[in-house]
């Protein structure tokens, strides 16, 4: 009787370690996903203009972001 409860609880204790695995592998990536999205394709609109540019291609100046020279006023 005892015998059959800790074989029990020992698969129950095996499904949580199984489950819970399973559920940190995905919150993990999840987390990877998010921050390659918050460095790539995050929008950003150009204070001059209000023109949607992405992250990488946007110009910061005075912490604000342009979508090009022109608008960011740096001369060409
Ligand atoms: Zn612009």
Redesign the pocket.
Known sequence: MLLKLLGFIVVVFLIYIFFFKNKRKDEIEKSKNDSKKLEGDTMVE?K??A?FVSHNEAIIKDGCF???KE?AGVPR
């Open positions: 150009c001059q203009c023109t342009f979508c090009s608008c």
